[in-house]
């Protein structure tokens, strides 16, 4: 079964300041994968999809990007932080049933 | 699109049997999930339905009406330990695209467990 890493777990960066968060997936090979954000009761919001190295959607206009330079490695980046981008970052693959399994996530405040 | 809702929270006693309802609106539906989620950390699969009908595992059933739009997650001899978040994620399956699903998650109902 597959297993998914976050780094880091917890984060506090300042307004304007950049961002790289990472995931990496061991346990399977070419699984799709997915960045979440959830606001702080709030629901999940997805962010990027990928179905391969450098096949990246977007669902949602934002100052974020993302990047998968190898199959199993999935990176959410910004350049400039804003208060709005506060919140629990979770990575996920699929399944083979399609269910999602998620990363540990990543705490991120933004002062 | 899709739109779902479900409660916001729900209480129940300790031993009992909560039942948590959600209902979906959907322009290609594929399947729906119920995952559950302790505060502070990431969802856990609890369930996927495809098909009309109740899927039993154990103390969580989830049941599926397609044509209604309406599922619902039961949770028998309730625990302590079952206070947390449940979402109700609906799945569409995109063609084309290599099989990406595009799941939309419910902002989730919060359940609080008393003694």
């Known amino acids: 079964s597959q297993t998914i890493h976050q780094w880091p777990a917890t984060l506090v960066q300042p307004v304007g300041s950049p961002l790289s968060l990472e995931c990496t997936v061991e346990?399977?090979?070419?699984?799709?994968l997915y960045w979440y954000r959830q606001a702080a009761g709030r629901g999940l919001q997805l962010l990027f999809y990928?179905?391969?190295?450098?096949?990246i959607s977007s669902e949602v206009p934002q100052n974020l990007s993302a990047s998968r330079p190898q199959d199993r490695q999935f990176i959410l980046s910004s350049k400039k932080l804003l208060l709005s981008d506060s919140g629990f970052y979770l990575c996920?693959?699929?399944?083979?049933?399609?269910?999602?399994?998620f990363g540990p996530g990543t705490r991120l405040t933004v002062t | 699109g899709q739109n779902i809702d479900q409660p916001t929270e729900m209480t129940a006693t300790e031993g009992a049997i909560v039942q948590i309802n959600c209902t979906y609106q959907t322009s290609g539906f594929n399947g729906l999930f119920w995952y559950q989620q302790h505060a502070g950390e990431a969802p856990t699969f609890l369930s996927y339905n495809v098909l009309d009908g109740l899927e039993e595992k154990g103390r969580f059933s989830s049941f599926l009406s397609r044509s209604k739009g309406y599922s619902y997650l039961l949770l028998k001899e309730l625990q302590m330990k079952d206070s947390a978040s449940y979402l109700c994620?609906?799945?569409?399956?995109?063609?084309?695209?290599?099989?990406?699903?595009?799941?939309?998650f419910g902002t989730g109902t919060k359940l609080q467990v008393i003694p």
């Open positions: 996920a693959c699929t399944g083979t049933t399609y269910e999602q399994y």
């Open positions: 990928s179905i391969g190295i450098d096949q």
């Open positions: 346990g399977t090979s070419n699984p799709n």
């Open positions: 994620a609906v799945s569409e399956v995109l063609l084309y695209s290599g099989g990406y699903q595009k799941v939309t």
